[in-house]
T-cell receptor
């Protein structure tokens, strides 16, 4: 089952520009996590934001969470070609055991 | 770099073969997961093990058989697979599965092709 929808599905920008990806989800969550996946590789955890937090920063990453709108955004500032990857939001649905459910993902292409 | 190690990285198997995917972590995590990811799709949860016991089975066909021999190892036994089972299989681990808020760490995945 799929919890989140992300938009845009694909984003193409130049190096140095900012990239914003949005995630919407359906059910109540405990926390929301963002992951990056380079083509054909595993998932790299980027940042976790809890349901009682509104904003979190990590280096060039800024994540916001609006639980009233059931949405989150990931902002990558001053993008680099190495940021080219797919980005997924994932929500934790607590069914007694932690279950991470991924959104549809955004494919980001950063051109030099 | 991930501390969840998966082998093999690539596996090609026939529909009558029996093979296994292996996953290992040495972070002291007590929860381990198998996810399946088809091309250009998000990962989908298959199994969750918590303290070496199967906690969640997302209605996965019995041709996929998970095994957790100890807290560091997780196997996925494959038998009589179909071509549509070809995908990237991702293993993951976290400190615990019953406590929300634990970061889940993923391995690099095993690419499976069923011919």
């Amino acid at each position: 089952s799929q919890q989140g929808e992300e938009d845009p599905q694909a984003l193409s920008i130049q190096e140095g520009e900012n990239a914003t990806m949005n995630c919407s989800y359906k059910t109540s969550i405990n926390n929301l996590q963002w992951y990056r996946q380079n083509s054909g590789r595993g998932l790299v955890h980027l940042i976790l934001i809890r349901s009682n937090e509104r904003e979190k920063h990590s280096g060039r990453l800024r994540v916001t969470l609006d639980t009233s709108k059931k949405s989150s955004s990931l902002l990558i500032t001053a993008s680099r070609a190495a940021d080219t990857a797919s980005y997924f939001c994932a929500t934790v649905v607590n069914t007694g055991f932690q279950k991470l459910v991924f959104g549809t993902g955004t494919r980001l292409l950063v051109s030099p | 770099d991930t501390e969840v190690t998966q082998t093999p990285k690539h596996l090609v198997m026939g529909m009558t073969n029996k093979k296994s995917l292996k996953c290992e972590q040495h972070m002291g995590h007590r929860a381990m997961y198998w996810y399946k990811q088809k091309a250009k799709k998000p990962p989908e949860l298959m199994f969750v093990y918590s303290y070496e016991k199967l906690s969640i089975n997302e209605s996965v066909p019995s041709r996929f058989s998970p095994e957790c021999p100890n807290s560091s190892l997780l196997n996925l036994h494959l038998h009589a697979l179909q071509p549509e089972d070809s995908a990237l299989y991702l293993c993951a681990s976290s400190q615990g599965s019953g406590t929300p808020g634990n970061t889940i760490y993923f391995g690099e995945g095993s690419w499976l092709t069923v011919v």
